[in-house]
């Protein structure tokens, strides 16, 4: 059995999970689909036309850089609008799938660079966060698949582990085989109270042998252990440093989702689906969904027979989900849970009485009550004292809410002030780029010559520096000159008697006269030159 | 005659040791002096937004920072705003003064009027340059007008913005014979 260190803060929760909830598929499709285009780690570009009719599985956006990323449509349909911020679909379910090759097929999934591929899918991760998987597999040793759904309320890992194990465990058995993956370490993380899901993983691992054996542990109900950088606590011992990603560490943390979504690439078929679990009092009842990514929110709602009453949608868990306006957005794939509620008292923040509750259940081990009297307090020296009190290392988990009796709302004051201080850190990195550049620039332009005058004509160049090979040599090219210099006086010749013909303006036919005489005196100094050598010959 | 001589040699390199003392204490001096100017100079540089613009009517960020550091204004920075007024006169313990330089009016939809009384107006915005691509003629005027090597590009052929180094300075609007750059905020570009 796998040591497992303790979790530094954390609450227990009352979970209040609906267990049992059963995956479903849509009975009708959503009649338009509205695609993000801005996300939080990634910005696509279309490469759709307005009207043009798209295939399901078709590319129809990729992320802006070097390495794109693939957005794929789930249903097919025509391009109705095309803006900076999304890309909207009329969807057609009398066209058929995509007919040209899929970009990526089981067969050259195994072959080609696996993050070359995961890219190609458009594979990002389905935990949460939507962090590009192919950015994560990186020269790792270790791989650790995340199924500890922390948050209370949340089932949709848990329900796909219970009724999707054997896909899940398929798809890591094929990561495994292929050649860019080489580890030392496989680690199943599934929190406690799933004991249904723990079951159905521990069956489908039995299913294939195994090279590398899979560690399967789990972790004790607590919020937040499910975060990346708590599970990476509790397993190896020892906490990530604020600046330092998990990936940076040989780690990869792979949702079971994500793993989900890699053994249907392994397949040929994109992310364009996901499962989404719509819960809440707003809702006549709960469900599980299988979703094209893009369905607008507003239609889900009426689909799931939404009460008509003023309701609250968030996307994501109770506590670190967002609130949305639930007109105009759509599902997304970090979109993993919605919660439709009825529209709660918002409870008032009082001022903070430096209870010090918030200090102990922090699992980053910040504190939160400083934190948020510097906030509060002077705005001149306060970015450089936030960055030393830590609040970049701040995962904006919550629990500090939630034991605030004067219910401030800490994680989103730290949520916006570290978005600021990575906003001002990068132009400070972006000031230095540019000094750089400047004093580079500035060194190089000293250091180049100045553009000098034109060099004065020397007299060598017209005088041959070496005697002419032969005597008959400089003969001959008189010789040539000479013919030269008469067949243009014969031309010249020509020209003025034509143009007399037509007739000319006494101004023109002083042109053509000055030229005969230009070419007579060539001819004339060509001939003489000629005579003079052949004489000294 | 021996002990003559040693006391001698003694009392040559005492005076010797004590010119070289005294000689390295005036140099310490002279270190410190330099080095407080330079230390001066580098923390105004550090607060100067390195967009290498010359608005300040200096060739760019350094030598500004040199110039406010020996006597000159320190309100003729339009890209760090009023921000930068208050940090460089809390630094130099001057009083604030308002902007000098505005901004040009070229395209900037966002430049704020300084509201006096109520406090710093908000920084302007982070703007970039931009080639319109499919109008550039490949001139290779604009090249050698980016003080920080943003632009590449040859002759004849089209040019291109490296969107990270860019700096925002306008300096490149000027030469461009087709008026093919635009500028940009950053935000729309990550």
Not at chain 1, 255 to 278: D, E, M, Y
Not at chain 1, 347 to 352: A, D, I, K, S
Not at chain 1, 398 to 415: A, E, K, R, T
């Amino acid at each position: 059995m796998t040591q497992l260190y303790p979790m530094t803060g954390g609450l227990l929760l009352p979970t209040q999970r609906a267990i049992g909830l059963k995956p479903q598929a849509l009975t009708e499709q959503p009649p338009r689909l509205v695609f993000a285009l801005q996300q939080r780690h990634l910005r696509y570009g279309s490469v759709v036309k307005l009207g043009q009719l798209v295939f399901a599985n078709q590319v129809i956006a990729q992320s802006i850089g070097s390495e794109p990323i693939a957005l794929h449509t789930g249903l097919a349909g025509q391009v109705t609008s095309i803006d900076d911020h999304s890309i909207e679909l009329r969807t057609n379910s009398n066209m058929p799938t995509h007919k040209q090759p899929i970009p990526v097929s089981m067969t050259t999934l195994k072959h080609t660079p696996l993050a070359k591929g995961l890219r190609e899918l458009g594979l990002l991760g389905l935990g949460g966060a939507g962090f590009p998987t192919a950015l994560k597999i990186h020269r790792i040793h270790t791989l650790l698949i995340n199924g500890v759904e922390c948050e209370p309320l949340l089932v949709t890992d848990a329900s796909l582990m219970t009724y999707h194990a054997d896909q899940i465990i398929q798809g890591l058995y094929q990561l495994l085989t292929h050649q860019d993956i080489q580890l030392r370490r496989l680690i199943i993380a599934i929190e406690a109270d799933k004991p249904q899901a723990i079951t159905a993983m521990r069956q489908a691992l039995q299913i294939h042998t195994w090279s590398l054996q899979p560690e399967l542990i789990i972790i004790p109900t607590r919020y937040p252990a499910g975060g990346e950088r708590q599970l990476y606590q509790q397993l190896f011992g020892e906490k990530l440093p604020a600046a330092v990603k998990m990936s940076d560490q040989g780690v990869a943390c792979l949702n079971v989702h994500t793993l989900l979504a890699i053994n249907n690439g392994f397949n040929g078929q994109p992310l364009t689906h996901r499962l989404v679990s719509i819960l809440g009092n707003g809702i006549a009842q709960p469900q599980q969904l299988w979703l094209p990514i893009g369905t607008p929110i507003s239609w889900l709602l009426t689909y799931c027979g939404a009460l008509h009453e003023p309701l609250e949608v968030r996307i994501g868990g109770p506590i670190m989900g967002q609130r949305i306006d639930q007109r105009n957005q759509s599902i997304t794939a970090n979109a993993n849970t919605l919660i439709v509620d009825l529209v709660k008292p918002t409870l008032f923040e009082q001022p903070c009485i430096a209870c010090g509750q918030c200090e102990p259940v922090c699992p980053e081990a910040l504190a939160p009550q400083d934190l948020i009297a510097l906030i509060q307090s002077q705005p001149q020296q306060q970015d450089q004292q936030l960055v030393e009190q830590n609040l970049p290392a701040c995962i904006e988990c919550g629990v500090c809410d939630l034991v605030c009796p004067s219910h401030i709302p800490l994680h989103q004051y730290f949520g916006q002030h570290k978005s600021r201080l990575k906003h001002l850190a990068d132009q400070q990195q972006r000031a230095q780029i540019a000094n750089a550049t400047y004093t580079r620039r500035q060194e190089r332009l000293a250091k180049a010559p100045k553009p000098n005058p034109k060099p004065p004509i020397e007299a060598s160049r017209f005088t041959p520096s070496q005697p002419l090979s032969s005597k008959a040599n400089s003969t001959t090219k008189l010789k040539t000159n000479l013919a030269k210099a008469q067949r243009l006086y014969r031309e010249a010749q020509a020209a003025l008697k034509q143009a007399e013909k037509k007739g000319l303006e006494p101004t023109l036919r002083k042109v053509y006269e000055s030229k005969v005489g230009k070419m007579h005196d060539k001819v004339q100094l060509a001939q003489t030159a000629f005579d003079t050598e052949k004489g000294r010959v | 005659m021996t002990l003559l001589g040693l006391s001698f040699i003694v009392l040559g390199l005492y005076a010797i040791a004590r010119t070289l003392m005294a000689l390295e204490k005036k140099a310490q001096a002279l270190h410190a002096a330099t080095e407080q100017a330079n230390s001066i100079e580098q923390s105004i540089h550090q607060l100067l937004p390195q967009t290498q613009c010359a608005q300040c009517t200096y060739p760019g960020c350094r030598p500004y920072a040199q110039a406010v550091a020996t006597g000159e204004d320190h309100n003729k920075c339009p890209p760090g705003g009023d921000a930068l007024i208050m940090k460089l006169s809390e630094l130099l313990n001057r009083e604030v003064l308002p902007l000098v330089n505005q901004p040009q009016a070229s395209d900037k939809q966002d430049s704020y009027p300084l509201t006096p009384g109520h406090g710093p107006t908000p920084a302007p915005v982070e703007m970039i340059a931009m080639i319109r691509e499919d109008e550039c003629i490949g001139c290779a005027k604009c090249i050698p007008a980016c003080p920080v090597d943003a632009i590449v590009g040859a002759a004849k052929m089209m040019h291109t913005v490296i969107l990270q180094d860019c700096t925002g300075c306008e300096l490149c609007l000027p030469p461009c014979p087709v008026d093919c750059i635009d500028l940009l905020p950053r935000q729309q570009f990550l």
